[in-house]
């Protein structure tokens, strides 16, 4: 099965651009940072109960590479092919390896100011309206797929998707306006959770309030977990600063 049939069956799009989360028109720097979101999704640590999540990740890291890939893009943007015989698509490639070369180290201060600077921003209205459409008003997929965001931040992500409603610019979906009272306290339930774990992992390891978030990171960095089972990778991820400058399937 070729690339862009891989990705129809995964996420749903024959289109590399939609499987990354930009336009057409999108720069690099964009598609670099679109890949940094969607690889956040369907990192395996992030969806463990998915079975297909390592195969999502090797599939977004060659759409990637593609768009990455000036040649190859100009050729998907004018015949919308590829090449599966570049070296760009070499099915040996290690896309674990690939991906963690993109990133460079980051600082718990890099993340706090990203958090700082996401939340309230145009970025982030933008994102969520994406994801609203994508998973066509599922609040459970939406608050697992949004990044910096919280049971807590529900309120306000619930708030910006009913404005976009109300202004026309997303559809009235009834997996959000008519969503269940059920449903809505077995998220509430799941969070609560998660949350009390948290507190638990966080006594255990005789961490503080101001030294957990740390102390939680280099311990996983320590850790013998292979590749991206770590915490830290979800983190450089989603917060990763853009890295130093260092051909045929049919489109469905």
């Known amino acids: 099965m070729g690339l862009l049939e891989q990705c129809e069956e995964l996420f749903k799009t024959s289109n590399l651009y939609e499987v990354l989360g930009v336009c057409k028109e999108a720069s690099d720097s964009e598609i670099r940072r679109g890949y940094y979101k969607v690889s956040l999704q369907v990192h395996p640590d992030r969806a463990p109960g998915d079975e297909l999540a390592t195969t999502k990740f090797q599939v977004l890291g060659k759409s990637y590479a593609v768009l990455a890939d000036k040649d190859q893009r100009a050729v998907y943007d004018e015949q919308g092919i590829v090449d599966e015989e570049s070296d760009t698509l070499d099915q040996d490639r290690n896309w674990e390896e690939h991906w963690r070369r993109l990133f460079p180290k980051i600082t718990l201060q890099d993340i706090l100011d990203f958090e700082k600077q996401y ?11 994406r994801l609203y459409l994508q998973l066509e008003g599922d609040m459970d997929l939406i608050m697992e797929s949004a990044l910096c965001c919280t049971y807590e931040d529900e309120p306000r992500v619930k708030d910006i998707l009913q404005k976009a409603i109300d202004a026309e610019e997303v559809p009235a979906y009834k997996a959000f306006t008519h969503e269940s009272a059920k449903k809505k306290k077995n998220r509430k339930r799941k969070a609560e959770k998660e949350s009390k774990e948290a507190e638990e992992m966080q006594k255990e390891m005789g961490l503080d309030s101001e030294d957990s978030l740390v102390a939680m990171i280099k311990q996983r960095q320590k850790s013998k977990e292979k590749g991206f089972n770590s915490l830290i990778s979800d983190l450089e991820a989603k917060y990763c600063k ?4 260092g051909k045929k399937d049919k489109k469905k």
Request: net charge negative; aromatic share 0%.
């Open 242 to 245: 853009k890295p130093a400058a």
């Open 119 to 129: 939340k309230g921003s145009d970025e982030e209205v933008e994102d969520l309206k």
